[in-house]
């Protein structure tokens, strides 16, 4: 049985296509150097024994420049569609290696606890699905064990994305499907420039995200609390 798998879902640190929410507090350049901060940390996050796997749109040199930035893990290119239809392609590639557990995650939380990924591959020994809430009202993180497939196609048909129903839709669809659900601990994403301040008060000594931004947070930003 091939490995557990965390399927990483980012994109290409380019000025202009990542984090653009984040002006005025920071530039197109800025927003990029931080972005591939959060890269670097969420591609640190899986546990012992699990294999990783980024998927990102296709951009040129992206499975190049992604391949030589993180040579142990696999770099595959997103399908076009949905979100749905690209969490559909990167589970069922898993589960046609013979996967037993995967949890895809985004790479828009970098001060999301190495822990909270632990509870998720956990939860999966005993529970078909594993869901992350977001404070947004989306999900972090889903994870599905291979028994649950490919009944669980049905979380991301027609989901709500982009909206604060999904979690709330996905999880009752589980119900719905026959699947048990797990919850995870909630937490929340860096999209706008109202997420800085929260991000500044949790950052992780050590993180490549902390360094960053020791180099790009704007004078007046105080961390909350």
């Given at each position: 049985m091939a490995a557990p798998r965390l399927l990483l879902f980012g994109r290409l640190p380019e000025p202009g296509h990542v984090k653009t929410r984040l002006d005025p507090e920071l530039t197109r350049e800025g927003s990029a150097v931080l972005y591939a901060a959060f890269l670097d940390d969420a591609m640190k996050l899986a546990p012992?024994?699990?294999?990783?796997?980024?998927?990102?749109?296709?951009r040129p040199g992206a499975l190049e420049r992604l391949g030589a930035r993180y040579p142990a893990a696999r770099v595959r290119l997103q399908p076009g569609g949905s979100l749905g239809d690209?969490?559909?392609?990167?589970?069922?590639?898993?589960?046609?290696?013979g996967v037993d557990r995967a949890v895809a995650l985004g790479s828009d939380h970098p001060t999301l606890p190495a822990d909270f990924l632990v509870r998720a591959f956990d939860a999966l020994a005993n529970?078909?699905?594993?869901?992350g809430p977001s404070l947004d009202g989306g999900y972090y993180a889903v994870g599905l064990r291979g028994s649950a497939w490919p009944r669980a196609r049905g979380l991301f048909a027609e989901a709500p994305w982009s909206t604060s129903a999904l979690f709330t839709w996905t999880r009752?669809?589980?119900?719905?499907?026959?699947?048990?659900?797990t919850e995870l601990p909630p937490w929340y994403d860096v999209d706008r420039p109202a997420?800085?301040?929260?991000?500044?008060?949790?950052?992780?000594e050590g993180s490549a995200t902390a360094a960053?931004?020791?180099?790009?947070?704007?004078?007046?930003?105080?961390?909350?609390?």
């Open positions: 012992d024994g699990v294999a990783v796997e980024l998927w990102v749109p296709a690209r969490l559909e392609a990167a589970f069922a590639r898993a589960f046609r290696d529970s078909p699905v594993a869901l009752a669809r589980a119900a719905s499907l026959g699947l048990d659900c997420d800085l301040a929260r991000m500044a008060g949790d950052l992780i960053a931004w020791v180099r790009l947070a704007p004078p007046t930003m105080e961390p909350e609390g």
